[in-house]
């Protein structure tokens, strides 16, 4: 089946796909002490907006009055070094140990995306663990690569 090409429904579906090989590669690996996460860095404008318009850009509202960046964490606009924080937080926090396979953002463990912001926490079909072992096993197959299954 093709489609015309969105950039916008190929990103969430990329996002998507990464929150769920997360998943599996976590369920597979903890025997083994193999832990995984997935995470949202922030909206960080980075050398990426080169392939954006200006009024995609400007749609994130992040360049002030004067045109400078605008840096608000409070609403998700992150300078790089803030967005690597939870990258570097879910490698190293010891109340992490033992648990994996979660969604981060800012620092902490996702909840479920709720019905009324669908712009924070975990959407649910990104944890679906079903959908996350089909996905496992077509990169298997489409890579023709396995590195097994440890159910644990």
Same mark, same amino acid.
């Given at each position: 089946?093709?489609?015309?090409?969105? =950039?916008?429904?190929?990103?969430?579906?990329?996002?998507?796909?990464? !929150?769920?090989?997360?998943? @599996? *590669? &976590?369920?597979? $690996?903890?025997?083994?002490?193999?832990?995984?996460?997935?995470?949202?860095?922030?909206?960080?404008?980075t050398d990426l907006a080169r392939h954006l318009?200006?009024?995609?850009?400007?749609?994130?509202?992040?360049?002030?009055?004067?045109?400078?960046?605008?840096?608000?964490?409070?609403?998700?606009? =992150?300078t790089p070094e803030q967005g690597a924080a939870?990258?570097?937080? !879910?490698?190293?926090?010891? @109340? *992490? &140990?033992?648990? $994996?396979?979660?969604?981060?953002?800012?620092?902490?463990?996702?909840?479920?995306?709720?019905?009324?912001?669908?712009?924070?926490?975990?959407?649910?079909?990104?944890?679906?663990?079903?959908?996350?072992?089909?996905?496992?096993?077509?990169?298997?197959?489409?890579?023709?690569?396995?590195?097994?299954?440890?159910?644990?």
């Amino acid at each position: 089946m093709t489609r015309p090409y969105d =950039k916008w429904q190929a990103y969430g579906q990329a996002k998507t796909a990464n !929150a769920l090989f997360a998943l @599996e *590669l &976590d369920r597979r $690996g903890a025997a083994l002490g193999v832990r995984a996460f997935s995470l949202h860095p922030g909206v960080i404008l980075t050398d990426l907006a080169r392939h954006l318009s200006e009024d995609e850009i400007n749609s994130f509202d992040v360049y002030d009055e004067n045109g400078n960046r605008r840096v608000d964490p409070a609403r998700d606009l =992150k300078t790089p070094e803030q967005g690597a924080a939870t990258s570097v937080w !879910a490698a190293t926090r010891p @109340e *992490l &140990d033992g648990i $994996g396979g979660v969604y981060c953002e800012d620092c902490e463990v996702a909840l479920p995306q709720t019905e009324t912001d669908g712009t924070r926490g975990v959407a649910p079909w990104a944890m679906d663990p079903q959908a996350a072992e089909r996905l496992w096993l077509l990169s298997e197959q489409l890579t023709g690569l396995s590195v097994g299954d440890r159910r644990g």
